[in-house]
Every structure is written in structure tokens, then in C-alpha cells.
């Protein structure tokens, strides 16, 4: 139990969290490490997301322009930077982690028009405020600390609202109960050969402009600051010079919780808001880090998907062979493979060289033909296989066309007739709203004892997260069975197909929720280690090497 959460009722700090000069500075890694480090010494942390965009979220964005949508236990669709908080901190976040603008003003118009403001004009202040600030103290008094990272760059004109409620939310919880971490850049100008600091100047005085005062400077830089250097910055942004700290850049993001540490910034954020400072334990985090970071082994694994220009779009992926190649004492080399451009006659070459195939998640007809082909190779070839939502229905259509003997197999999305093995469910072809037809969050599903499934997992009941519309259609589930498809994880009812394998294959898995939500750095998640150690046994049997255990 930690140790401040005895009590009932808490006393909540807010931090804040914003970003200058440019994007993509790491807002949500820095949040995310700074929640691990003051976890660490005892202290219960959550991180909230507020994004700036007008879409009510982020469900139905371009994977490409936005990135992966990550679900929560509750069903939420939100921004991926809670996937770095669960990560990092190991918790689950919920709805009321992430908020955007488009929800805001969603909410607030919906009481308009319910007469909720009796005839007020409705304005940005104070009733666009009032309702950020209601979801920015969502957690009072339940967490000793709220981190809230405000998306966007300092400078943005849809980021106002949300430093104009950070203020007043400032004056109201009183200074002592609220501090302003601002993330700013110092580029190094290879012709003057040297780093220069006006940028950050300018963004901090920016800041200052919205009557928010940074109490520390995170210092994003490619070379090391100097203690002249962060005087300089701290003298013209008006901050201490110990609380302007460098963020370099590291070869891993989970370096950056030991990185700041070594800076003291959780030490200083505790000074700053009045906390004791108990004794930091990044024990286990070290060690995880340092298998991320020196790793015994070394396999190759293709993900097939057709979102891979942006590969943010398959980050909880990405970052889930991370954490299971750490707990298999190897690393992970990700092979990108277009499943647009996969043919019969060019899968040999694509997937040469690869220890496992993983058939990745999406929606829509586009690459579909590709993903099949992926599966029958690797089913024929005894490759171990991972199929993640679409990737599972992808390889039900593949078994049913070239082991069942459906010829004409596909999916009621891309093609509808008599054999779409993959099909919505009869309760849902009648609702008009596609959403209404999702499948979001997490649900439970009992697993065959004999499965492979089972042996990873160790348990027979497991809550999964889903985000697909379509399933296995149940009256192909005897011609499936009888061709040898084990049908190893069903929904409580049976009704629901949410696990299928190949029993006479190293390793065939297909899953119809994602696995990929909920690994977690340090213990990573059963099915992505299970697979990772199947592609090393693989990598070690083509190079003829000793097959001795290599999990530790």
C-alpha cells in the first residue's frame, strides 16, 4: 500500500505540464516519468491528457495523421500518450484520463441547449473553463498527485482555454498546491557550434503571457547543458538555475524515469509542492532497463499492417515486444512489412529472415489480400504467428479458403455473400450507427486448459480490450473445429470466438480483442512474451543453436 493512502481523503497537487517551441518534445514520456518516479517514493499518481483537437476523440482519426487510438478497461477510445502512462506507472487509466476539446464543448453545448445556463450567454470564460476544470479535479482528493498534460504547443490558439483554466485552477487550489512544469527545446545550431537558448526565451515569455509561471524548465537538447548554460535560462525565464534540468536524448524512453532522477526532479517537485521526500526505489525499473538495453539475444519480427508509414499507429505494439523481448533476454528488431504490396508470388522474399510474423490490427478492405497470404505462409511454413483482431480474422478467412475448403471465404466488412466466416454478430446488423455496433473495452473471455493460450496466460478467465466491430460467424464453427482450428478462448456465454489456434503448429495465435493495451513495461503481457519466446526457439533452430531455456 503506499504510504499516503491511509488516509480517506487526500490532499491533491495538480502539476502541470506543457510544451513550447515545437511538437513532438515528449510531453507524454515526461509525464509519464515523472509518475513513475514519485510512485516510486510511495505517492499514488495519475496523469490526465487534455488534447486540443475539436474531434470528440480520436476513434474515427486517421491512424496515419493521429497515430494509434488506445482503449481503455472502460471503452473509452483516447490519445496514446495514456498507453505511455499505463506503461510506465502500471495502472489503469479511464475515461477521465483524457479529454478534447471536442468533448468539452460537446458537454457544454448539451446543457445549453437543456437549459441548463437559464439564458446566460454562453462563453469560453467562464463556462468552457469551469468545465476543464471540473474534469481537471475529477480526481480530487483520491490521488496525492495529478499530472496533467495539456497537448499542443504553448502558442497554439486551441490551447488556450486549457493554460487559462490551469491558472485559474492555480489561484483557487492555492500556489502551493499546484506547480507548472513547462518542456521547451534548445537546439544545437551546427554552423555556430554551439546551443542556443532564445527559443525557449520566447516560449516561456509566451507562457508568462497567460499569467503561468514555470516552477521548472525541462530542457529538451541533443548536447549536454552546462551549468552556464542553464543560468543563462534560468536568469532570463525567471527560474531557479537547479530547477532547470537537461532532458537529453537516451536510447530508450524507459531510461528517462533514471535520467531524470539522476537530475532530481522528482526531488525538486516534492520541495516545491511541500511533500516528504521518502526514499526513491527504481530497483526493478533499472533492471528492466538495463535487459532493454543490453539484451543476450537478438530475433526478427514482421509486422504486416497497412498503417506502417506512420508507425505510431502500432506504438502499444511496438513497445509490447519491447517489454517481452526484456523478459526473453532479447531484442526485438521490428521488419515493416506493407501488406498492400505482399503477393503470392513475392511472400517468400517479403517474410525471409523472420523468426515470427505478427498480422496487425486495422479496418477496411485495403492490404486484406496481402495480411492472407502473410497467414498461409507462415501456417505452411511453421513460422509462429500472432494475429491481433483483424490479423485473427484474417487468418479464420485463410484457414476456411485453403483448409476448409471455402473458396470463396471473407469477411461481411470487405465482401458480402454466403460464406463471410467473419460477420456481424445478429443483434447488431440492424443499428444504423456504426457505433453503436463497436465492440470497446474490456470483456471477459474462458480459456481451453490445453490451449497455448492457457500455458501463457495461467489462468482461465482473462479480461481482454476490444475495439473491432466484427466477429467469428458461429455457423462455421463446426466446419472450422472439424479442419482442425481450435477454438481455445470464448466469451463466458460461448457465443463469442475470442481466441483460435493451430495445435500442430510451434505457434499459432490469433486474438480477437488487444493484447497490446495492456503490456505493461517490467512484466510485460503473457501472450506477446509467449510469442516472443516461440520466434526465439525458432531463430535458434534455423541457426542450430543451444535450446536451452533463455527466460529468466
Excluded at 500556489?175 to 542556443?196: D, M, Q, S, W
Excluded at 488487444?514 to 509467449?530: I, N, Q
Amino acid at each position: 500500500m503506499n504510504k499516503s493512502s491511509s488516509s480517506k481523503s487526500k490532499k491533491t497537487k495538480y502539476i502541470f505540464i506543457t510544451g513550447g517551441v515545437l511538437s513532438s518534445l515528449g510531453k507524454g514520456i515526461a509525464s509519464a516519468s515523472l509518475g513513475i518516479l514519485l510512485k516510486s517514493r510511495g505517492y499514488s499518481v495519475t496523469i490526465q491528457k487534455l488534447d486540443p483537437y475539436i474531434n470528440v476523440d480520436p476513434g474515427t482519426m486517421n491512424p496515419l495523421q493521429h497515430g494509434e487510438v488506445y482503449v481503455t478497461d472502460d471503452g473509452a477510445e483516447t490519445d496514446l500518450d495514456l498507453g505511455h502512462y499505463e506503461r510506465f506507472l502500471d495502472v489503469s487509466m479511464t475515461r477521465n484520463n483524457n479529454s478534447t476539446t471536442g468533448q468539452i464543448y460537446f458537454d457544454v453545448i448539451t446543457k445549453e441547449r437543456k437549459g441548463h445556463y437559464l439564458g446566460k450567454t454562453v462563453q469560453v470564460i467562464p463556462h468552457i473553463t469551469d468545465e476543464i476544470k471540473r474534469r481537471m479535479t475529477s480526481f480530487d482528493k483520491h490521488y496525492d498527485f495529478v499530472l496533467i498534460e495539456i497537448g499542443g504547443t504553448v502558442g497554439d490558439i486551441e490551447s488556450q482555454p486549457y493554460l487559462e483554466s490551469a491558472r485559474q485552477l492555480a489561484l483557487e487550489k492555492g500556489r502551493r498546491n499546484c506547480l507548472n512544469i513547462h518542456l521547451t527545446y534548445v537546439p544545437f545550431i551546427r554552423a555556430a557550434g554551439e546551443l542556443k537558448t532564445k527559443p525557449t526565451q520566447h516560449s516561456v515569455k509566451e507562457l508568462m503571457e497567460f499569467g503561468i509561471v514555470p516552477d521548472i524548465l525541462l530542457c529538451r537538447t541533443e548536447h549536454k547543458l552546462s551549468k552556464d548554460m542553464r543560468a543563462k535560462i534560468g536568469l532570463f525565464c525567471n527560474v531557479n538555475e537547479d530547477s532547470v534540468i537537461e532532458a537529453g536524448d537516451v536510447e530508450t524512453i524507459y531510461e528517462v524515469p533514471n535520467a531524470f532522477a539522476k537530475r532530481g526532479l522528482d526531488s525538486i517537485v516534492l520541495k516545491k509542492l511541500g511533500m516528504k521526500e521518502h526514499e526513491l526505489n527504481l530497483e526493478t525499473w533499472t533492471k528492466f532497463t538495463s535487459r532493454v538495453k543490453n539484451p543476450k539475444y537478438s530475433i526478427n519480427i514482421g509486422i504486416v499492417g497497412k498503417y506502417i508509414a506512420y508507425q505510431d499507429s502500432y506504438k502499444s505494439i511496438t513497445e509490447a515486444f519491447i517489454h517481452a523481448g526484456a523478459i526473453n533476454n532479447c531484442k526485438v528488431k521490428v521488419q515493416w512489412l506493407d501488406s498492400e504490396l505482399i503477393t503470392k508470388e513475392n511472400v517468400a522474399d517479403s517474410l525471409k529472415g523472420l523468426d515470427g510474423v505478427l498480422v496487425a490490427p486495422g479496418f477496411g478492405s485495403r492490404g486484406i489480400e496481402g495480411k492472407i497470404t502473410a497467414v498461409q505462409y507462415v501456417r505452411e511454413n511453421n513460422i509462429p504467428f500472432f494475429g491481433i483482431c483483424l490479423g485473427m480474422q484474417c487468418a479464420v478467412i485463410e484457414f476456411a479458403r485453403n483448409k476448409c475448403g471455402i473458396h470463396e471465404a471473407n469477411s461481411a466488412e470487405f465482401k458480402k455473400n454466403r460464406y463471410t466466416v467473419i460477420d456481424l454478430m445478429p443483434d447488431q446488423r440492424n443499428v444504423t450507427d456504426k457505433g453503436g455496433t463497436m465492440r470497446l473495452g474490456a470483456y471477459p473471455c474462458i480459456l481451453d486448459k490445453k490451449s497455448k493460450a492457457f500455458a501463457a496466460y495461467e489462468s482461465e478467465l482473462i479480461y481482454e480490450r476490444h475495439r473491432h466491430r466484427y466477429e467469428v460467424n458461429n455457423n462455421f464453427r463446426d466446419t472450422l473445429q472439424e479442419n482442425g482450428l481450435v477454438l481455445s478462448g470464448l466469451s463466458p456465454d460461448k457465443r463469442l470466438v475470442e481466441i483460435v489456434e493451430l495445435p500442430d503448429h510451434p505457434w499459432f495465435v490469433g486474438v480477437q480483442f488487444h493484447p497490446e493495451y495492456k503490456s505493461r513495461a517490467v512484466s510485460g503481457h503473457p501472450l506477446f512474451a509467449a510469442f516472443v519466446k516461440a520466434a526465439l526457439k525458432h531463430y535458434r533452430a534455423v541457426h542450430d543453436t543451444s535450446t536451452e531455456e533463455v527466460t529468466e
